[in-house]
């Protein structure tokens, strides 16, 4: 039981943090400028980790590196921290399973995304972060918006993206289990 609780708060912190390292890589792949309080949030709290790491690993063709390396790092260290008492467990298993956790990470980044570009659509599309948040969407949306049609003034790619997210996330999580038995 304990644990389980210790595993959960590991998840929850390092997946938070994680996820603000995350949407600063995104928010600079995309030249994303975000609201000013937003802003000063993600860069305060990543900025301690991010700076160690861009005097090893400048940023370079556009990407910020820096702050995608310090995610993997950050899943890293929990996934260390998870199954630091599980002696069948070696680094490079450990190393695999920060890689899909990272990746889960950046799906649920993306759906999260896509709820609240559905929310503000239908509370209040004039939002001051109603442009921000479709901003950081439109890489995944602009590809199916040219193939799904608008039926009745409704745009169904937020929905159709969303199912497409939750079946890669089902994926993986039927692939993990496997890889983890070939491992040992």
């Known amino acids: ?21 995350l949407l600063r ?14 802003a000063q949030s993600v860069f305060q709290l990543t900025d301690w980790v991010v700076h160690p790491i861009r005097r090893l ?38 190393a695999l399973l920060a890689v899909f956790h990272m990746v889960q990470w950046i799906l649920y980044g993306f759906m999260a995304l896509l709820v609240l570009e559905a929310v503000f659509s239908w509370v209040n599309p004039h939002a001051p972060f109603a442009p921000f948040i479709r901003a950081l969407n439109e890489p995944v949306l602009s590809p199916l918006r040219r193939i799904i049609p608008v039926l009745g003034g409704i745009d169904f790619s937020t929905l159709v993206a969303l199912i497409g997210l939750q079946v890669l996330n089902r994926l993986l999580d039927e692939l993990l289990p496997t890889l983890i038995r070939m491992s040992f």
Not at 15 to 21: H, N, P, Q, R, V
Request: hydrophobic share 65%; glycine share 8%; aromatic share 16%.
């Open 25 to 38: 890589f995104w928010m600079q792949a995309l030249r994303v400028r975000p609201p000013m309080g937003l």
């Open 57 to 94: 690993i400048p940023g370079f063709a556009g990407y910020d590196w820096a702050s995608l390396i310090a995610a993997f790092l950050v899943a890293l260290l929990a996934m260390t921290l998870e199954y630091a008492l599980v002696p069948q467990v070696s680094f490079p298993l450990i």
């Open 1 to 21: 039981m304990l644990h389980g609780i210790f595993t959960f708060i590991v998840d929850t912190v390092a997946g938070l943090f994680a996820g603000f390292l």
